[in-house]
């Protein structure tokens, strides 16, 4: 009987042995690495983590802060901390994590590693301690999610699938801008961001510290310009700032190295000066006196270059600022800088002759020349945006593309290393509307056209986070998860990208945000609509595309406002007159997010050809030649892919409706956004044709709109005439050319914005 019962619980051992061994083998496609290494092979099995094991290193006490780092996060999750030890070659005892410089092949260069994960334990090796680092966030991505929790868990099993990882990255300059100066960060949460930059093998921190609306570094030997310039009165008369004192700053530069990330400072040059300028007026061209911005937009009042005492000032900033930031590169700004005060002011004049300038642009390239003399002279290296290519560039500068790939290929083309951040892919302070995760993940920075032999300057790229319509709690939304993409972009090779691949890995990645307390934002819209207008029927089917998972999608076809309590979304909706479709997506009983408004038109101009005097600008092509009659209306988002728009010309557009048809109303929709320079036409006038050469006037139309207006405001212009019947009908809007002279942007030409001509 008892032999029975013994040789029973040894069945039942060994069927519990047999299902625990059993678990899933982890297969290249649900180990969820991001960025993608180069190579990973996956064998059957795994290895545990316990208690017991020691992390051993080899090589060199560089390496020492490692395990420290590994031993931090199994403390807080796991309870308990691995022994660490040096080792000399050849006493590496099974059963270890192992942490190896050396040994590994040259071309895995400096941030390369290689990871193999068998029985016998976890080995790293790399050429230097920031390829064990990259080694080490991969292996963290491995860990069970739990490893990145901010407090104990129980009952995990800390095993790593057996795997041979070989790893390195595509650019050697992945990086991210903060600007801290539209708001103000706190020391901490720019602390987090490196931690989630560094976990996403995420190397630069480029720090934009100096703007108009404020200065937020403390600068000994002028501390008028933190007493000052780090302090803007609101339009409420509320007061905002902080800056960073020296203390602090060294902090962060020493907290960001330990994770092989290098801060580069960003002091701003000529422009986007005006919270300096607030301390010290006389280093303008006019004297001032001057508040710190409380505007966003480009200000016209910066450095005087005629004014030795600028370059005085700008000097003694910068030794601070080399004492403070160890990296050799430093970001001088350099653009929107406008030229309307050089071009009146009789000092800056004086250089240009002096100087046998040829005009302002030239000024510039003197301003940036000659700060780049005094950075070369103190062993650093400048950066500037794109803009200092304008009048020729500084000898040894590096260009940071942002108004496109040109300034990127110009640069490489001249022999100038760049750093590209286009608008178009790594601006991360624009609406996931205009930019989202699949737009990011297709960014290719290394620009179209550009030789094989000036590839090589393309040296990286970066994601922009602007600030001005994003305080600290909002970063992490437009952040992420774009931030996944742009790290994969940056260090995966380009042959290796695949975006369903990718997209599938972020699903299994938000586990590990989440234990990370990152607030992750949408992928896409909200809610995508995808339209397709049938002629025949004269009606679309619209589809309802949620930008998350998880979220329930609800809509009204009324114009009202939708709530989880409105139609649930469960198939394609047919609409075939006129509408305005809102929509939202929910989440359980949280939500609902954004409302997605979108206006349906149903008019005789649809689908009909339309030709432009003047092109649209290709950044607003409203995604296709004929959007001003596709029925689709563009939303208050003006980058939301349906306006089209004009810079400095009118609109003037031709419909051919194919035969006559009878028609006694055109209505024109157009949208103003003041600060980004895009105004409401000035007269509107509509006309006929039959042959589409010999044109008639209909009737005329002049606006009466509050240029001044700031906020963001779409309006129809009804234009009403007796019926007509003819084949053309020729629209021209007529844009206000030049910005006009109380615009902080004077002169410089203005948009006209367009989107939808209704004809019934
Ligand atoms: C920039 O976005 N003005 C560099
Ligand atoms: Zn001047």
């Not at 983590?49 to 780092?69: C, E, H, R, W």
């Amino acid at each position: 009987m008892r032999h029975y019962f013994k040789a029973l619980l040894i069945i039942c051992l060994a069927v519990i042995t047999l299902s625990c061994s059993e678990k899933p083998v982890k297969t290249e496609s649900n180990i969820s690495i991001i960025p993608k290494p180069a190579s990973i092979q996956i064998q059957p099995g795994e290895f545990e983590i316990s208690t017991a094991m020691k992390i051993l290193y080899q090589g060199s006490d560089d390496i020492v802060d490692i395990p420290a780092f590994l031993n931090q996060k199994f403390q807080t999750a796991a309870g308990f901390q691995l022994k660490v030890e040096a080792v000399e070659n050849n006493e590496i005892p099974e059963n270890s994590i192992v942490l190896e410089l050396g040994s590994c092949p040259d071309s895995l260069g400096m941030e390369g590693y290689l990871l193999k994960v068998d029985k016998t334990g976890i080995r790293i090796n790399a050429i230097a301690a920031s390829g064990l680092f990259y080694g080490l966030q991969t292996l963290r991505q491995m860990l069970p999610a739990e490893i990145e929790s901010p407090a104990l868990v129980e009952n995990v099993n800390w095993t790593v699938p057996f795997v041979e990882i070989t790893d390195k990255p595509r650019f050697g300059w992945r990086g991210m801008l903060l600007d801290c100066c539209r708001h103000f960060m706190e020391k901490d949460f720019v602390l987090r961001y490196i931690d989630l930059l560094a976990y996403h093998k995420m190397n630069r921190l480029h720090w934009h510290l100096t703007e108009d609306q404020g200065w937020r570094i403390e600068i000994k030997q002028f501390p008028t310009l933190t007493e000052i310039g780090a302090w803007r009165t609101e339009e409420d008369g509320s007061r905002y700032g902080g800056f960073y004192t020296q203390d602090e700053i060294r902090e962060v530069v020493a907290y960001a190295k330990s994770r092989f990330i290098e801060v580069v400072p960003e002091i701003e040059l000529p422009g986007h000066s005006l919270a300096a300028l607030a301390a010290f007026p006389e280093l303008s061209c006019t004297g001032g006196p001057f508040e710190v911005g409380n505007q966003w937009g480009v200000f016209k009042d910066i450095y005087c270059a005629g004014n030795d005492k600028s370059f005085e000032f700008l000097e003694k900033v910068y030794d601070e600022i080399f004492d403070l930031f160890p990296f050799e590169y430093v970001h001088i700004g350099g653009d929107e800088a406008p030229k309307y005060r050089w071009e009146n002011c009789d000092k800056c004049q004086k250089r240009i002759k002096d100087e046998g300038l040829k005009n302002e642009h030239e000024l510039q390239s003197y301003f940036i020349t000659r700060m780049e003399k005094y950075i070369n002279a103190n062993g650093r290296k400048l950066i500037g945006w794109d803009e200092i290519l304008e009048g020729g560039l500084a000898p040894s500068a590096t260009v940071q593309s942002w108004r496109g790939f040109e300034g990127a290929k110009e640069a490489a083309e001249q022999g100038h290393d760049a750093i590209v951040s286009p608008t178009s892919h790594a601006y991360f302070d624009y609406s996931i509307e205009t930019t989202d995760l699949k737009q990011v993940y297709s960014f290719e920075p290394v620009p179209t056209g550009l030789d094989k032999e000036h590839q090589k300057h393309i040296i990286g790229g970066e994601c922009n986070m602007w600030t001005e319509r994003a305080p600290q709690e909002e970063i992490d939304d437009r952040m992420f998860p774009r931030l996944l993409a742009m790290s994969e972009v940056l260090w995966t090779d380009k042959g290796q990208r695949d975006y369903s691949d990718f997209h599938a890995r972020v699903q299994d990645h938000y586990n590990r945000l989440d234990f990370l307390g990152v607030k992750y934002g949408f992928e896409s819209m909200a809610v995508s609509v995808i339209s397709e207008y049938d002629p025949a029927s004269r009606s679309y089917t619209v589809q309802l595309i949620s930008g998350q998972k998880g979220f329930d999608l609800f809509y009204t076809l009324d114009g009202s406002e939708p709530t989880i309590h409105s139609t649930k979304y469960e198939a394609p909706i047919n609409i075939d007159k006129s509408t305005e479709l809102n929509a939202i997506a929910a989440k359980g009983e949280d939500g609902p997010i954004k409302t997605i408004n979108q206006k349906f038109t149903i008019h005789k101009a649809m689908g009909k050809k339309v030709e432009l005097e003047f092109p649209f600008s290709p950044n607003y092509d409203g995604s296709s030649p004929n959007a001003l009659v596709d029925g689709l209306c563009g939303t208050e988002n003006f980058r939301d892919g349906k306006w089209q728009g004009f810079q400095g010309n009118d609109l003037v557009a031709v419909i051919d409706l194919g035969e006559p048809a009878e028609f006694s109303k055109v209505t024109l929709s157009c949208l103003q956004s003041m600060p980004s320079w895009i105004l409401m036409p000035t007269e509107i006038t509509v006309l006929s044709s039959a042959d589409g050469v010999e044109f008639t006037e209909l009737a005329s139309l002049a606006p009466n709109v509050d240029q001044k207006r700031s906020d963001k405001f779409i309006m129809e212009f009804p234009i009403e005439f007796l019926k007509t019947s003819s084949r053309f009908i020729k629209v021209i809007a007529k844009n206000v050319g030049t910005n006009p002279d109380w615009h902080d942007a004077a002169g410089s030409a203005s948009w006209l914005f367009a989107d939808e001509i209704v004809v019934e």
